[in-house]
């Protein structure tokens, strides 16, 4: 259950893509919680998620 920081970085780049299971979320949720660095990654992937997606519905009209 116990996730290294690398690990966490892999299921949140892969949660992008796909749900994840309930024991992969609820480790993420548990390393997440106790670590300082992922939640900093974690703000980064939600950034770029929100900017693409803003990217993709700009028009130059």
Known sequence: MR????EVA???IAREDKPL???ER??????LAACAACPVF???VLTMRN???RWRS???D
Not at 26 to 31: E, F, S
């Open 26 to 31: 609820a480790a993420l949720q548990l390393h």
């Open 58 to 60: 700009y028009t130059d």
């Open 3 to 6: 996730r290294t920081c690398k």
């Open 10 to 12: 892999a299921l949140l």
């Open 42 to 44: 974690e703000r980064q």
């Open 21 to 23: 299971p309930v024991l």
């Open 51 to 53: 900017a693409f997606r």
